[in-house]
Each structure stands twice: as C-alpha cells, then as structure tokens.
C-alpha cells in the first residue's frame, strides 16, 4: 500500500483520473448520479475523521473526481497515520459498496 504524506494546517487536493467501474473485462460503467461516491480519511477501525460524498464534497469533470481540503479540515487531524480511501455505493443504497482506492496516510507536523 503507497502512503501518502500530508502537512497538517495545509491545504490538500486528490484527484482521481479516469474512474470507471468494468463489466466482464469488456464494458466499463461510468458513475452515476444515483451512485455514491465516498472519500474518507479516518484510523482503522473508527469513524471516519474526513468524509466527502460526491456530489456536495467531491468534484467532477468527465470521469474523474477531485477532492480539496482547506488548510482549517487539514488543521484538525492530529499527526498520526490514517486510511485514506474512495469508495463506491452502487445505487446508494448501502448493498453493493465496493473499494476502489486504499491508501495509506500519514499526517505530520509542520
């Protein structure tokens, strides 16, 4: 797993290129409106520290989505290690939830 490094009190963006989900190896499934797109940054096992859901947290142009967190959200999460992930709720209806990105974050003091 790739760790990630951010400088607590700064500004943060991540952006996710070319975001579809493939069908028999063949066909890929664009995301869509219905479906919910969930970025997260949280320890394991708790709640998330930082969550962003597409459309209201999370940005999209064509098929790829940008995730921007000001210096203040940045601020708040104490220099530890973290789980970093993009998640999908097909439907969004909580039965079909799958993991497309896990990463591994690391905050550290400025």
């Known amino acids: 797993m790739a760790r990630q490094i951010l400088m607590q009190g700064e500004a943060f963006s991540v952006a996710f290129f070319h975001i579809k989900i493939p069908i028999d190896g063949e066909t890929d499934m664009p995301i ?13 096992n708790r709640s998330p520290d930082i969550e962003k859901v597409y459309p209201a947290g999370i940005e999209k142009t064509g098929d790829s989505f940008f995730v921007f967190l000001s210096a203040d959200e940045t601020a ?9 992930q993009l998640t999908i709720d097909f439907g969004g209806r909580g039965k079909e939830v799958y993991t497309l990105v896990d990463k591994e974050l690391e905050v550290v003091a400025k």
């Open 32 to 44: 869509r409106n219905s479906d919910k797109l969930t970025f997260t940054i949280g320890r394991r």
């Open 76 to 84: 708040r999460l104490p220099c530890l290690l973290y789980r970093m």
